[in-house]
């Protein structure tokens, strides 16, 4: 019910646009969220927003680099990332939820995509 896209390959100071179509149930989702998992490394959340595009939410580590987007027209929630670092190589998950609570813990999400890898060269 969650399909994200996007990743790939890409040289450090580079650019990717994730994409995540919401379908199903998860089309009606409050809460749309980027989280992302490094090997050997525990998931992490990058950020979120709400419905309606409003309040969006970022993790330290990404502030000013990374942007998040949701067209509601198409079900679609956007990670724009920018000026890529090596340490932003991680596998990348969308999930949603009903809650608008505790959005920066992976707990909150009931709905999960099933990832993409983001691999950042130096």
């Known amino acids: 019910q969650l399909q994200a896209s996007g990743g790939g390959l890409v040289q450090a100071g580079g650019s990717l646009r994730l994409s995540c179509a919401a379908s199903?149930?998860?089309?009606?989702?409050?809460?749309m969220g980027w989280f992302r998992q490094a090997p050997g490394k525990e998931r992490e959340f990058v950020s979120a927003i709400s419905r309606g595009g409003g309040s969006p939410y970022y993790a330290n580590s990404v502030k000013g680099r990374f942007t998040i987007s949701r067209d509601g027209a198409k079900d679609l929630v956007y990670l724009q990332m920018n000026s890529l670092k090596p340490e932003d190589t991680a596998v990348y998950y969308c999930?949603?939820?009903?809650?608008?609570?505790?959005?920066?813990?992976?707990?909150?999400?009931?709905?999960w995509g099933q990832g993409t890898l983001v691999t950042v060269s130096s």
């Open positions: 999930a949603a939820d009903s809650s608008s609570n505790g959005y920066y813990d992976a707990r909150t999400y009931s709905s």
């Open positions: 199903g149930r998860t089309r009606s989702s409050f809460l």
